[in-house]
């Protein structure tokens, strides 16, 4: 069984377009994450939610909104999408502080 | 603030020869440490983590690394390369008593390729 999945794998939309990915882990853990893995693999975390609260926040334009109904599932919803988000977007997940885990990521293109 | 440098963006080696990929880290707290692997089109995969406990880590595939507080370093070493090893490397950084509750920082990561 899959610990951490994503949905979609890949994703291919027009500018302007609102679209969201969703995660979920079966690990039990409490702490969720979005990461963004630019053109230049460069990874950066957008989001954190524990026990579904919102506490990590990095400076994210506000297009993005983040959504834990439950805290195994973290899902990142994208308004307005421009080229420049163009992206492969990972979740992990960890217990508290502990070792984080990834899912295989979204790969996001925006035409 | 905490950051991490990867010194060398390539590093190409000989299957058997020795690994070494180099990591650097800033913290301004006892930091957590970790590498993970990312193969093509594929998600992160943790190859090992250093939590304050033994300072010389060994992980998965035959990988290890140092934590050298000294000099600020958790290079990562394979005594021998296989051509699977060829992936792309993360050194990451994380607090362990802060506020930011987990956050990873990452490094610019480090491209392995294993020649025959």
């Known amino acids: 069984d899959t610990a951490v999945s994503q949905t979609p794998k890949y994703l291919v939309t027009q500018m302007g377009n609102d679209k969201s990915i969703k995660c979920e882990q079966n690990?039990?853990?409490?702490?969720m994450y979005w990461y963004k893995q630019d053109s230049k693999k460069f990874l950066k975390i957008m989001f954190s939610?524990?026990?579904?609260?919102?506490?990590i926040n990095e400076t994210v334009p506000n297009r993005f909104s983040p959504k834990s109904p439950d805290k195994a599932h973290l899902n990142l919803h994208i308004n307005s999408l421009e080229l420049g988000d163009s992206a492969v977007y990972f979740c992990?997940?960890?217990?508290?502080?502990?070792?984080?885990?990834f899912g295989p990521g979204t790969r996001l293109l925006v035409l | 603030a905490q950051s991490v440098t990867q010194l060398g963006s390539h590093v190409s080696v000989s299957e058997g020869a020795l690994v070494l990929l180099r990591c650097n880290y800033s913290?301004?707290?006892?930091?957590?440490l970790f590498w993970y692997v990312q193969y093509p089109n594929q998600g992160l995969q943790l190859l090992l983590k250093?939590?304050?406990?033994?300072?010389l880590v060994k992980g998965i595939n035959g990988f290890e690394a140092e934590f050298k507080k000294s000099e600020t370093s958790f290079h990562l070493t394979k005594p021998s390369a296989h051509m699977s090893d060829a992936a792309e490397y993360f050194c990451?950084?994380?607090?362990?008593?802060?506020?930011?509750?987990?956050?990873?920082?990452f490094g610019q990561g480090t491209i392995l390729t294993v020649h025959p």
């Open positions: 992990a997940s960890s217990q508290e502080k502990k070792t984080q885990y």
């Open positions: 690990l039990g853990h409490d702490t």
């Open positions: 939610y524990n026990n579904k609260e919102l506490i």
């Open positions: 913290s301004s707290v006892p930091p957590y």
């Open positions: 250093y939590t304050s406990a033994a300072t």
């Open positions: 990451a950084v994380s607090d362990k008593g802060g506020t930011s509750y987990g956050k990873l920082t």
